[in-house]
């Protein structure tokens, strides 16, 4: 059904369908590294690691350590107790930060959760870390806070409000497949809308 979508555009505008093998010969062969930044209280990670092996795409997930009390008691379990907190934490957000700063290092994309019930303080601090390296990043929240994350969002290559449209963003970059219009039957193609935008003379 997908494909058949995909096929009809291409011969709609005159244009002949592309087999699967041409549009993903530049990405033959690579597997593509993905960080996943950000909230630990739903089960987005699964719903795109689940996606992902649906779709059989070349992708390596990586991630923080998403036990919260392992996070912050890390550093004390093995070096020790602190007396104040601020050392404790300290301890175990340096311990933390070997892990996500050698992953986003890696990494080829860096997708970024935001939930509404907590501030992500880690998960901005990671868009902006990934920004500075120069990384693809994907934010990943509800349309209900985009204002407050305008800033992160505006040095992201895509942002999305549902993880499946993480996962059809990676299918689409890796292999070219698009998936069924958001919009439905509503959805018009950009020459047929707006006109084309380089029109032969």
């Given at each position: 059904?997908?494909?058949?979508?995909?096929?009809?555009?291409?011969?709609?505008?005159?244009?002949?369908?592309?087999?699967?093998?041409?549009?993903?010969?530049?990405?033959?062969?690579?597997?593509?590294?993905?960080?996943?930044?950000?909230?630990?209280?739903?089960?987005?990670?699964?719903?795109?690691?689940?996606?992902?092996?649906?779709?059989?795409?070349?992708?390596?997930l990586s991630s923080p350590n998403t036990s919260?009390?392992?996070?912050?008691?890390?550093?004390?379990?093995?070096?020790?107790?602190?007396?104040?907190?601020?050392?404790?934490?300290?301890?175990?957000?340096?311990?933390?930060?070997?892990?996500?700063?050698?992953?986003?290092?890696?990494?080829?994309?860096?997708?970024?959760?935001?939930?509404?019930?907590?501030?992500?303080?880690?998960?901005?601090?990671?868009?902006?870390?990934?920004?500075?390296?120069?990384?693809?990043?994907?934010?990943?929240?509800?349309?209900?806070?985009?204002?407050?994350?305008?800033?992160?969002?505006?040095?992201?290559?895509?942002?999305?409000?549902?993880?499946?449209?993480?996962?059809?963003?990676?299918?689409?970059?890796?292999?070219?497949?698009?998936?069924?219009?958001?919009?439905?039957?509503?959805?018009?193609?950009?020459?047929?809308?707006?006109?084309?935008?380089?029109?032969?003379?």
């Amino acid at each position: 059904m997908i494909i058949q979508s995909v096929a009809t555009r291409f011969i709609t505008r005159g244009f002949p369908p592309q087999s699967s093998a041409a549009r993903t010969l530049s990405c033959a062969g690579k597997t593509w590294k993905v960080y996943l930044s950000g909230e630990i209280h739903s089960d987005w990670r699964e719903v795109i690691a689940e996606g992902i092996q649906g779709k059989s795409l070349p992708v390596q997930l990586s991630s923080p350590n998403t036990s919260h009390e392992d996070s912050d008691d890390c550093g004390a379990i093995i070096l020790g107790m602190e007396e104040k907190r601020p050392n404790w934490d300290k301890i175990g957000a340096n311990m933390n930060n070997i892990r996500t700063k050698t992953l986003i290092k890696d990494a080829d994309i860096v997708v970024v959760r935001f939930g509404e019930k907590y501030r992500q303080w880690n998960a901005a601090f990671d868009a902006g870390y990934a920004a500075a390296l120069g990384k693809s990043i994907i934010t990943l929240h509800p349309q209900s806070i985009s204002h407050m994350l305008k800033e992160v969002n505006a040095s992201a290559s895509v942002v999305c409000e549902d993880a499946s449209q993480v996962v059809d963003t990676l299918a689409y970059v890796i292999n070219g497949d698009l998936p069924p219009p958001r919009d439905g039957d509503d959805f018009v193609p950009i020459a047929d809308r707006l006109g084309a935008g380089n029109p032969n003379p």
